[in-house]
């Protein structure tokens, strides 16, 4: 349930083309439905702007399956992060409307249109290098399927400074920065010290022994000195994504 279909089931019953007993069948499932192994929230786009999302690692494919069939009685995208391609194969035989995302392990299904009026302008997505992309990859494509207008710039990390330093334009044009990074995460200190929109810090778990799976490069991006920089979890791009949208929402 989103607030454009509870709005529209509301308008319905006021001009008096929705009867109050059927209103109440489109609703019977609202704000909470109870699955065998799932309670789904489907206000959870209505109260925070941001819908209930699936995540897959933990869960079964027919556990995936069962809550975005409920999902999708519901309206609005269906996101679901971290699938594997065996349970994505599943899923897509079930459900073929969905696309799989397979660098960033996710499953999307009507995603939202880009819409800027609902935002005070565009989210840059960077990656620091090509291992990194993953972790970008979640992050850009959570935005976009809830209509965020996003941008990305995919290796472009301090070992080559020049290739950031060359896109000004496009770093000083975006509202919000999302900088995925592991290794020694130096480059959202880099671009904080560029810009004057907030910065959002992914960790990566890319990186040699000492970089502890990406806990090197959180302690790293924790300790940043540029001003305005914050700090997601490690190869948490979708907590960044939705960081993002809370700042940049209208």
Do not use: W
Request: a neutral charge; proline letters at 6%; glycine letters at 10%.
């Amino acid at each position: 349930m989103n607030p454009k279909t509870l709005h529209s089931i509301l308008t319905d019953v006021q001009n008096g083309s929705c009867s109050i007993d059927q209103a109440l069948a489109n609703l019977r499932n609202f704000p909470a439905e109870s699955l065998p192994d799932a309670c789904l929230d489907h206000q959870r786009m209505v109260r925070t702007g941001i819908p209930e999302v699936i995540y897959g690692a933990s869960k079964t494919a027919e556990q995936i399956v069962s809550i975005a069939l409920a999902m999708l009685e519901q309206g609005g995208p269906v996101i679901a992060t971290r699938v594997d391609r065996e349970k994505a194969d599943v899923l897509l035989k079930r459900l073929p409307q969905f696309h799989y995302a397979q660098d960033a392990g996710m499953l999307i299904c009507n995603p939202a249109k880009e819409n800027p009026t609902r935002y005070r302008g565009r989210t840059l997505v960077i990656s620091a290098g090509t291992s990194d992309i993953p972790v970008a990859e979640e992050a850009r494509l959570t935005l976009e399927s809830l209509g965020h207008p996003v941008d990305k710039l995919y290796d472009a990390g301090v070992a080559g400074l020049h290739r950031l330093l060359s896109r000004q334009t496009l770093l000083q044009q975006a509202k919000v920065i999302i900088v995925a990074a592991g290794m020694e995460g130096a480059l959202p200190s880099v671009v904080g010290g560029l810009v004057s929109c907030p910065v959002i810090a992914v960790p990566t778990s890319v990186g040699y022994g000492a970089s502890f799976g990406g806990i090197a490069a959180l302690l790293g991006m924790l300790n940043s000195c540029a001003p305005g920089v914050a700090v997601v979890n490690i190869d948490n791009g979708f907590g960044a994504a939705c960081m993002a949208e809370a700042i940049n929402r209208m």
